[in-house]
């Protein structure tokens, strides 16, 4: 079990889920990201990897992350989740689970077969689902993922996560917020969160080293790995996704 970090006295206990069913999105970066900020915040947060295929936030060792593999001959551990849920429902503080794309479609078959996101609101816990739609090639297979999330939540749960590393999050034209699938499910929105994209030779690179090296926002700043200027572009990034998560309400 992953060790918390921070003070849980106190706390109500709140649940974020990071699912999307495309790889290579940028879930376990929208993962890390939500556990650094609610330590950012002193919150005790226990972050869990629950992707059997790439355990990418479980190498973030300043996370203490704990692993957890929720498949069984490609159908969902009812017994690893079950475990899952009653540390949810016992021990104070925050949730972060990042999944994997192969998790996807058994994982939240089984929370809605289960009720349990119900079940945990009804104990008090609040609960929010993390999707990510990227630009690029991935933009539709994307799209689809967050459009059967918001088909089938019935609560104003969901947070997206735009993420222009691969290109500009548009459709025909249309940014997402004038996009007719956002439209359809806006009422199912909790808020928006935008990954921008900046300058691939000076912003680009250093998220790139720090991600490639499982480093957190902190390490990268205060280690002697990059340059100074490298560390002001990355304070910049972490200042910027944290005011976009206090903006949302989420601390």
């Known amino acids: 079990m992953s060790k918390p970090n921070g003070d849980s006295k106190g706390q109500e206990t709140t649940v974020h889920l990071s699912l999307q069913g495309k790889g290579g999105v940028g879930k376990s970066l929208v993962a890390s990201v939500l556990s650094q900020y609610f ?7 226990h972050a869990v990897d629950a992707d059997p295929v790439n ?8 996370l203490v992350v704990e692993r957890l593999n929720l498949l ?25 689970v990042d999944t994997g794309a192969s998790t996807f479609i058994p994982l939240w078959n089984y929370l809605l077969e289960n009720k349990a996101l119900d079940f945990l609101r009804g104990r008090g816990r609040q609960v929010f689902v993390h999707t990510v739609i990227t630009g690029g090639q991935a933009l539709g297979d994307t799209l689809s993922g967050f459009d059967q999330l918001a088909e089938t939540t019935g609560h104003r749960n969901l947070v ?3 993420n222009e590393y691969f290109g500009e999050v548009r459709q025909h034209g249309a940014c997402f917020l004038d996009m007719a699938v956002y439209k359809t499910h806006r009422e199912k929105i909790h808020g928006v969160v935008a990954i ?9 690179r250093d998220v790139e ?14 280690g002697s790995g990059f340059t100074i200027m490298a560390k002001q572009r990355l304070r910049v ?12 309400g989420l601390s």
């Open 237 to 248: 990034i972490q200042r910027d996704l944290f005011e976009q998560l206090d903006a949302i």
């Open 209 to 222: 080293e720090m991600i490639s090296r499982k480093l957190t926002f902190d390490e990268a700043v205060n």
């Open 55 to 62: 355990q990418t936030l479980a190498q973030y060792e300043a």
């Open 160 to 162: 997206v996560w735009l």
């Open 72 to 96: 069984k001959n490609g159908n969902v551990d009812q017994r690893a989740f079950d475990i899952l849920m009653e540390r949810m429902l016992t021990e104070p503080g925050t949730f972060v």
């Open 196 to 204: 921008v994209r900046r300058n691939a030779d000076t912003f680009g």
């Open 39 to 45: 330590v950012s915040k002193d919150r005790a947060v």
